[in-house]
């Protein structure tokens, strides 16, 4: 099956196709904003799933209103924004 795919990837010549890491939380933005929910939460006794899930919404609109905290975390990954 793999060879018949990358057969078909050779004669699609209309198709490109990029090599990405399998998982590099390091070119992703979002592990920064969910390493700091997880700092805010990680001694958290919740009662239930509820409250897990209250305290993760109320991190999450606290950094909402920081965008530098979220401009830092995509500038730790070296990838910016274009327009």
Do not use: H
């Amino acid at each position: 099956m793999a060879t018949a795919a990358a057969l078909w990837l050779v004669l699609a010549s209309w198709l490109t196709v990029f090599q990405l890491p399998t998982y590099a939380p390091d070119l992703n933005p979002q592990e920064g904003i969910w390493s700091l929910v997880e700092r805010d939460i990680g001694n958290l006794a919740a009662a239930g799933l509820g409250q897990v899930t209250r305290a993760v919404k109320r991190k999450l609109k606290m950094l909402q209103y920081r965008p530098e905290v979220i401009d830092g975390c995509l500038a730790s990954t070296g990838l910016t924004l274009s327009a």
